[in-house]
């Protein structure tokens, strides 16, 4: 096969797994926002053959000898060419360790857990969901075992999400936060709360649903190619750079919450809606890693979003649309409600402060659990134990504890450190986008575009073409430094609590 | 092939056709409802990909082995195995004619188009929709001319909706119509109009709904198994017996447009969802052909909706709800108001009695498009002409004339005349139906599960495994007969105007 041939079939199979990747994403999207409940198992089987294909395409023999060809071309591949090829090659090598049959088994078993935990967390069942954790765990010990028999299994999954990643680095960045935060944490919890009595009335779900069409807009983001769904839990998806969505739930008593969780969406959103279009069909299409993933999502919802300038732009906004529920609210008193930094119960609701803290028990469980240190019945005492002892609050049902998140269910273990690792790497970003971009102008304007811009230039618009170490090299100007994290916290916390 | 290696082969088939078209459903309904605007092109390259592969699939040469070895197998095989080998001939015979390459690239026009009608109509813009319906009415004339070139090519067309229909059923069907109806609706043009004031009013959306959730109760529809969206144009989809979707447009002015089509669509729904669980991933599962599919959406639209007793099961709902825009307003006050008869510009707004002209003017139009009589430029002047001369209306933009259906988008030339005949086989079943059934005591007591079951065992549970002369006859104890329709019409307007 010469090098020409070469990438030809291999644009012809990208095409192949867009489309199929397309029609699975769009299944997962519609399951997750719209479909009746019951529809779950018949689609679990679509989305399990469709799965199967996808397998058996890029783990063909064909497969196999394009990338041989390609990997031999050396200088004479473009940057480009080279790296779509790597990836591709990552691609296969993970596949390849499974067979098809446990493939589509697995990717059935997720489409059916999925649904069982939506329902087991509304009635707070873990013994409903356990079995299915269960069989999510077994099989990502496996595949770890699988791909390198050398490394602890949840070295191997960190991995998978962030190349080079393990509990080398993360057992330090941990600890560093719980040393630095930890009296912080304690300080805080002995201050006077602030006033928060304005966000505990009923705010109109359809009034909520008119706010976020303006945060859209303050965002920038086009809806023309990305639209809003609503889901038990929040998250974003892309089928390309005109097909973005992202998701959020609305709560009567809590408008807050649906209104960050729309500035984090829209912080993913924005990712992928600023991929080069020369990328677009690719397999370097869409964003890098997770960590780089959640710096632009916790970016916009934490160092803009829970910023004074951002709340002073919020007000006027929030009192157009609910008049009595915000009267005798001043910008002061909203931008302390939305730093409200205490102990709580859910990660997605934690303040900026706490927020770490929860990551690192979902670090220490998912180490336990695919090192074979705790039984999955054990999980919902371990987790309320951990919340006891890090965070002083007591889990009063699984609903608010262990079952909270979807990411086990869709077979993400090794993905929570991201969370903490991109609000790190945020920080370091907003340093140097200060000294280029007039960023508190931009916000006070109530327009993003210009900060938008900059991380677009820096991170968005490489898609993969670029590794995370690279990105963030690139936005951080110098390489990760969490010392700057802690700093930042330290500071915002103690002139809020006047530490 | 021995025949049980033949059904063998049948089942997997089935099973990949199945998760291939739950697929391109699920793309097309997320196209329909939630999609952002400029997710078309890519969502056309997916769909006429996935197309491409079931074209591919029916055709092969070892699904006809298949074929033959059942279609030989005489006795052998159940009156089910034969129907479904029948009737994935049909499909197969059907495709034979397409080569695999035109049948993608007319499967990618039609989700461009339907995207492109959806822009048109809002801007009641013809001229750029004009391209698209040019060329869908091409690729039929052609697909009718290679299927049976010695038949008018739109009796072709007719024919693929409702097998053995023609020019020569519909152009007496028609004209017995408008001999006996014409008159009524002149007579009733004349007579004073009743009451709807109170239905020019805001009832806000949010609340309308809240209502839809109450109708869906009503019908005895398990939201479990059905989802309802919201799109331009109102239509039912159902990908398997647990995932049906029906869709409302909800109008804040016109409160009784997104009652009336939800209650037609969930007919259309209880249908889908009333197929035997053993015909469930075969070929036979869903519903009959279009007509037995509009008799069940308007039976409940129009026989049981637009009835007194359900006007009267609606009137403490709505009051309910809107209890400002209802004031004062009694059960027969919301009967006439529902069934307020005028020529009008809307076809899905029209009442009962013009409805069938609004058919028939569509029927006019696609005999002479496909007959090569019109060009496409001169739709829209000839459709104005069409409701001047029949209904006496003047059609003020073409958003409110020809590019107010979205059936042509989506190649369904031939269809229209459905509407009109499943009204018409409507009027036999609830005749019969009132003989084993106490429907109207069912419609008072707001439960319609008793019609629904009586519908179920004459024709949902039979999927596509009777055709639909056959369920005619079963549920209509008799050959179709359209001068009942007409009687109906005439006594039903003929007491609510005086005549």
């Known amino acids: 096969m010469t090098t020409q041939e070469a990438l030809s079939a291999l644009s012809a199979l990208e095409a192949e797994l867009q489309a199929y990747g397309h029609a699975l994403g769009c299944l997962s999207y519609d399951g997750e926002t719209v479909a009746p409940r019951n529809s779950a198992p018949a689609r679990g089987e679509t989305m399990g053959f469709l799965s199967g294909i996808i397998h058996e395409k890029i783990t063909s023999p064909k497969t196999g000898e394009i990338l041989g060809a390609l990997l031999s071309a050396g200088d004479a591949l473009s940057l480009k060419d080279r790296r779509r090829a790597k990836v591709l090659k990552k691609n296969r090598d993970d596949l390849l360790i499974v067979p098809a049959d446990e493939y589509m088994a697995y990717q059935q078993l997720m489409a059916e857990a999925m649904q069982v935990w939506h329902d087991a967390k509304l009635a707070s069942d873990f013994a409903a969901y356990a079995p299915y954790l269960d069989k999510i765990i077994a099989y990502n010990r496996r595949f770890a075992a699988r791909k390198d028999a050398n490394k602890p299994a949840y070295d191997v999954l960190l991995d998978g999400y962030e190349e080079g990643l393990s509990h080398e680095t993360l057992d330090p960045f941990f600890a560093l936060l719980r040393k630095e935060l930890t009296p912080v944490i304690l300080e805080v919890a002995k201050r006077p709360r602030p006033d928060t009595a304005f966000l505990r009335q009923a705010y109109p779900i359809h009034l909520q649903r008119k706010f976020t069409d303006r945060l859209m807009q303050i965002m920038g983001i086009d809806r023309d190619d990305c639209a809003v769904g609503e889901t038990e839990h929040p998250f974003t998806t892309g089928f390309n750079k005109h097909d973005v969505r992202i998701t959020t739930h609305y709560h009567e008593d809590s408008v807050l919450s649906s209104l960050y969780s729309v500035v984090h969406e829209g912080g993913h959103a924005l990712y992928e809606l600023g991929v080069d279009d020369a990328l677009q069909g ?34 006027p906004e929030l009192k157009a649309l609910f008049p009595e529920q915000m009267a005798g609210v001043d910008a002061e008193t909203l931008y302390r409600a939305a730093n409200l930094a205490e102990p709580s119960l859910v990660r997605t609701e934690a303040d900026e402060l706490t927020y770490s803290i929860h990551v690192m028990i979902r670090y220490e469980l998912e180490k336990a659990m695919i090192g074979g240190d705790i039984q999955t019945a054990d999980i919902p005492g371990a987790w309320n134990r951990m919340y006891k002892e890090y965070l002083g609050v007591d889990v009063p049902d699984d609903k608010r504890g262990c079952l909270q998140d979807s990411h086990w269910s869709f077979g993400a273990i090794g993905y929570f450190p991201s969370y903490a690792l991109g609000s790190a790497y945020g920080v370091q970003m907003l340093e140097r986008m200060e000294g280029d971009v007039d960023v508190w102008g931009a916000v006070r304007a109530g327009d993003l575009r210009p900060i938008t811009a900059w991380l677009g230039e820096k991170i968005h618009r490489h898609g993969q073409l670029l590794t995370p170490a690279q990105l963030v090299e690139n936005a951080c100007g110098g390489p990760f430094d969490p010392n700057r994290y802690v700093s930042y916290l330290k500071k915002k916390y103690g002139e809020l609590y006047n530490l």
Chains 1, 2 share one sequence.
């Open 282 to 315: 690719t397999v370097l299409a869409g964003g890098s890693s997770m960590s780089i993933h959640e710096s632009q999502s916790r970016f916009y919802e934490n160092l803009i979003g829970r910023s004074r300038p951002f709340c002073e732009v919020l007000l």
